[in-house]
């Protein structure tokens, strides 16, 4: 697949989850922040503090949903947003597409909050029941890597199912009609699913990925704004810790925004990871790997050296988490 065919087809699903007209560029003294219906910037915009911390300083911000990681990234790509979260794979692809984007920080793995799920009915008891089944999931998203290591890890490739490329939303109406076999997605929709449908696991992250929650932004708002990033890492870090410690008032503040129950909320933020950071050598080497898979499976069309999009502190600044 060649970088402007990504690029195009990331763009075609940017086109459907926002406006032309929103993609501007921001005033100095505005904040655009992606989010998704997972990770601790859904707990952060409910929580409101980074929004008085920086109303204090003269900066608006301004939140948007994304359906997934891939369209998260492409709409900070055509400067819709300045700061954002996806799971591993995302900006693997997005970088791979040409993107303007930069490593910040990462939450540390979360295997639990994504799973291989099947019907509860399904006669397929294992990954490797799955050959030959067809398989939805967002192309390009973090459940992308643990279906190739989870088909690895049976003795099968991506090429022994066939992939049907479906948003959360999408999916799930596919996996309810039994339009596919199996479907591969994170929280709070594997948990919605869990619950809801009774859908059962056929692998989890365990073992086979981290499936690290990452922060992003571009290279010219990290550049330009350090102060704010760095405020951003302290938020997000804070949210954290008070989740850690209080899930289910967390569950309470959060539910309403994600149209889910109190339990499902619990469930999906008792599995994610907490604790901020900025980037580490480690972390850069297990992105590394994921990237260096896509190229050989020819999921990417160029090898991609993930230490050149990682965010650097200044030095004047103090340190962060």
């Known amino acids: 697949m060649s970088s402007t065919t990504l690029r195009r087809g990331l763009a ?10 929103a993609i501007t560029h921001a005033a100095a003294d505005t904040l655009r922040i992606g989010y998704q219906k997972y990770g601790t910037l859904v707990l952060l915009r409910a929580d409101g503090g980074l929004d008085r911390r920086l109303a204090e300083r003269g900066i608006e911000v301004r939140w948007t949903e ?22 591993e794979t995302p900006p693997v692809f997005a970088q791979a597409a040409g993107a303007d984007l930069l490593y910040v920080a990462h939450e540390p793995p979360a295997p639990l909050s994504e799973a291989i799920l099947v019907p509860k009915d399904s006669p397929l008891q294992s990954v490797a029941d799955l050959r030959g089944k067809k398989v939805a999931f967002n192309k390009g998203s973090n459940v ?6 989870a088909l690895e890890e049976a003795g099968l ?19 309810e009609r039994g339009s596919v076999d199996a479907w591969v997605i994170w929280d709070p929709f594997q948990a919605a699913a ?13 073992g086979l990925v981290n499936n690290h929650q990452f922060y992003l932004s571009t290279r010219d708002y990290a550049d330009n704004n350090p102060e704010v990033i760095q405020i951003l890492v302290e938020e997000i870090s804070r949210i954290g810790d008070w989740t850690l410690a209080n899930a289910d008032a967390a569950a309470e503040q959060v539910a309403p925004l994600l149209g889910l129950s109190h339990e499902i909320t619990k469930t999906a933020l008792e599995r994610q990871g907490y604790g901020t950071r900025l980037i580490s050598p480690e972390v850069v080497e297990a992105q590394q790997k994921i990237a260096d898979t896509f190229f050989e499976l020819n999921l990417i069309p160029k090898e991609l050296t993930i230490s050149e999009v990682i965010w650097t502190a200044p030095a004047n600044l103090a340190t962060a988490p």
């Not at 994304?66 to 799971?87: H, I, K, M, R, Y």
């Not at 992308?144 to 290591?149: A, C, N």
């Not at 490739?157 to 996996?175: H, K």
């Open 157 to 175: 490739s991506i090429t022994d199912v066939t992939p049907i490329y479906l948003a959360p939303a999408d999916a799930r109406a596919a996996f």
């Open 12 to 21: 075609a699903v940017l086109a459907a989850t926002i406006s032309l007209g």
């Open 144 to 149: 992308h890597y643990l279906l190739v290591r």
């Open 66 to 87: 994304f359906p997934a990681g891939p369209q998260l990234l492409e709409g900070l790509n055509v400067g819709s947003v300045d700061f954002g979260t996806t799971g």
């Open 194 to 206: 869990e619950q809801q449908l009774e859908a059962r696991e056929l692998a989890n992250g365990t």
